[in-house]
């Protein structure tokens, strides 16, 4: 059978040298093999020829640093954008997982902040892990998987679900509770359906609602709170805004990607390969 490829982003940084970390765990977890990519942007013929030279190097040496772990490890240079190339090898149909890492909300290098992270995974349509330069994590669990309104909520349930049969990790549904702000029917049927998932699929899990006492318009700061209270290994979001809290989701989401706790990130975008 053939084994599926875990996609990693790398541009040599300690970013993305996590990422390289976290998907070596997943891989050996799941049997999967490991896929780099390298994008490089437009620059003169001359100049490509070094570059590209460099970079091969690099990553020949990182490859091997991988199959040294035993899992098996492939890498490509694409020519591009990495708003471009990432989706577009990303969504290939051998891959099914993608791995990335953020630089956080300080530094330019290689654009990869929390908003550019935003705009690579939602184009992507399988799960995708987001991990900081000082993650620390490599059993996942617990998972606090806060409810969202979103149309395609039940994308994220039954992933992060399999993500969680796979670490045996237990999940934690997480919700806060405004006064005077009653949880929409969205809310409710998600919760429900989230419960529903995780129980068909006999993953542990536990439902936790608590009032809001962190003042923020978003909710990102009280569930941060919340995970690193319980020591959480993994927080699962969807990566595109809903409807219902579009005003503050932006924030919201990149809160998450670039919390302080450095708890990684799983999220899904709810699209369709193409």
Sequence with gaps: MKQEKIVVPVDFTIASGQAVTQAIVIAQKTNSTILLLHCMEPVSAEKKKINQKLVEEKLNLLTKKIEAEGV????????????????????????????????????????????????????????????????????????????????NFRRLAESTATFAIKFGAEIHIYSVNRKGDEASERIRQNTALAKEIFTIKTVPFKYHSEDAYVISVGYAKQTLKYAN??????????????????????????????????????????????
């Design 72 to 151: 098996k490890c492939e890498h490509i240079i694409a020519d591009g954008s990495i708003f471009d190339q990432i989706p577009m090898i990303a969504n290939r149909p051998d891959n099914f997982m993608m791995v990335i890492g953020t630089h956080g909300i300080q530094g330019i290098k290689q654009k990869m902040l929390g908003a550019d992270i935003l705009k690579i995974v939602r184009k992507i349509s399988i799960p995708c892990l987001i991990v900081q330069e000082d993650c620390m994590t490599k059993n996942f669990g617990p998972i606090v998987f806060p409810v969202g309104s979103h149309d």
């Design 229 to 274: 209270l319980i020591g959480a290994g993994l927080v699962s979001i969807m990566s595109v805004n809903s409807d219902e809290h579009y005003y503050f989701a932006q924030s919201d989401k990149e809160t998450m990607i670039n919390n302080e706790y450095n708890i990684p990130v799983f999220c899904v975008s709810g699209i369709d390969a193409e």
